[in-house]
């Protein structure tokens, strides 16, 4: 497919080409093992449905609902948005 009825399709900024870039914003929250250098995906949710003015503000729900589970393996959480 090539993309082009894809619903909530829109462009974001790829910090990594530098460039906009097609595709579907989602939210993240991973576990990191600095030591190993290698991170863990826990929780990935697509943020195009939500009807809420920011996108930190789904961010810091996601971190609120998953801190418990977070913290069982760390003591420190770390969020990064823009």
Do not use: M
């Amino acid at each position: 497919k090539s993309g082009k009825k894809t619903p909530y399709l829109g462009s974001f900024w790829s910090d990594s080409d530098q460039c906009t870039k097609k595709g579907l914003e989602i939210t993240q929250i991973a576990l990191i093992d600095i030591d190993l250098n290698q991170s863990y995906l826990t929780t990935a949710i697509g943020t195009y449905h939500f009807v809420i003015p920011t996108l930190k503000i789904i961010f810091v729900g996601e971190i609120s609902l998953e801190k418990d589970r977070i913290l069982n393996f760390s003591k420190h959480i770390f969020g990064d948005c823009n």
